[in-house]
């Protein structure tokens, strides 16, 4: 007797999708792919998640990373000399240059003559301004004796008194003016640099001189914003000037009243202590200083 075989393996293929058709409805065929690649999807994104945990994480024994440092405190820093005092001085007046009698680049001390102007003509108006308030004088001093006298009346010398008042005044002004014919240095230091020449006619507000205070050379660098916690004035440090190759000693003296939020750096001033005459305006080099 032949055995029995499934009635699965005697069936038709077309039969045997039938039947299996009777177990599974028709919708829940229609949504296995579907659900199947949701659950692809969330093993990925867990898988990935915690990938990205394990590489963010530090590993075991190991501080977690500092955060950078400024780009400042990464480059050396530069300083440039500077006077402790300077200045432009430009004509009061116009008029034409009779005199410099100091040459470029050499000292001067304070109150000295720097520039001359010809003031013939400013000269001849303050005479002429002293004639008249003497003619005004007299004017009014016999108006007052007449006045006693009843020949004149009283507005004949208030009208004098007035011009008597004025003439005063315009002398004032041709005095004043007189004045702005000669210009002296209003410190001690050096001519920096002749912006015009002898017999050259100047206009009021043109520039003349460039004058400087080199008695103390100043330092203007920028340090990183984080250095605020420690740095004092007062605090000493070395610059090595790059046109002499030498160090010097240098102390702060100022420290400036704000931070540039961009780049978290604050400019402060030092002063280099002693005399070095081979240091001069314009100089520049490199800061030797580390926090503590």
């Known amino acids: 007797m032949q055995p029995l075989e499934p009635i699965l393996t005697r069936q038709h293929p077309l039969e045997h999708s039938l039947w299996l058709g009777s177990?599974?409805?028709?919708?829940?065929?229609?949504?296995a792919p579907n659900l199947l690649a949701v659950l692809v999807c969330a093993v990925t994104l867990s898988a990935?998640?915690?990938?990205?945990?394990?590489?963010?994480?530090?590993?075991?024994?190991?501080?977690?990373?500092?955060?950078?440092?400024?780009?400042?405190?990464?480059?050396?820093?530069?300083?440039?000399?500077l006077p402790r005092r300077y200045?432009?001085?430009?004509?009061?007046?116009?008029?034409?240059?009779r005199r410099l009698?100091?040459?470029?680049?050499?000292?001067?001390?304070?109150?000295?003559?720097?520039?001359?102007?010809?003031?013939s003509l400013q000269q001849a108006q303050l005479q002429k301004a002293r004639a008249e308030l003497d003619a005004a004088e007299q004017t009014f001093k016999t108006n007052q004796r007449l006045l006693e006298l009843n020949s004149v009346g009283q507005l004949e010398v208030d009208l004098s008194r007035a011009a008597q008042a004025r003439g005063q005044a315009e002398l004032g002004v041709n005095q004043a003016v007189l004045n702005k014919c000669a210009i002296t240095a209003p410190f001690a230091g050096?001519?920096?640099?002749?912006?015009?020449?002898?017999?050259?006619?100047?206009?009021?507000?043109?520039?003349?001189?460039?004058?400087?205070?080199?008695?103390?050379?100043?330092?203007?660098?920028?340090?990183?914003?984080?250095w605020l916690g420690w740095l004092r004035v007062g605090n000493t440090f070395q610059v090595q000037i790059d046109e002499t190759r030498k160090s010097y000693p240098a102390k702060?003296?100022?420290?400036?009243?704000?931070?540039?939020?961009?780049?978290?750096?604050?400019?402060?001033?030092?002063?280099?202590?002693?005399?070095?005459?081979?240091?001069?305006?314009?100089?520049?080099?490199?800061?030797?200083?580390?926090?503590?």
């Open 23 to 31: 177990f599974f409805p028709r919708t829940s065929r229609r949504k």
């Open 48 to 81: 990935g998640i915690a990938q990205a945990q394990v590489s963010v994480a530090p590993a075991p024994g190991r501080s977690p990373p500092e955060p950078s440092k400024p780009a400042l405190e990464r480059q050396e820093i530069r300083a440039q000399l």
């Open 87 to 97: 200045t432009t001085l430009a004509a009061e007046i116009g008029a034409k240059i």
């Open 101 to 119: 009698p100091v040459a470029e680049g050499a000292p001067f001390a304070a109150g000295a003559l720097l520039v001359s102007f010809d003031c």
């Open 190 to 226: 050096r001519l920096a640099e002749q912006k015009v020449r002898e017999q050259q006619y100047v206009q009021p507000g043109q520039p003349l001189l460039d004058i400087i205070d080199d008695s103390v050379l100043e330092l203007e660098f920028l340090l990183p914003s984080g």
């Open 252 to 292: 702060f003296i100022r420290i400036g009243a704000r931070v540039d939020p961009v780049s978290q750096s604050v400019k402060v001033a030092a002063a280099i202590s002693g005399k070095h005459p081979e240091l001069i305006a314009g100089m520049s080099g490199r800061v030797l200083i580390s926090p503590p």
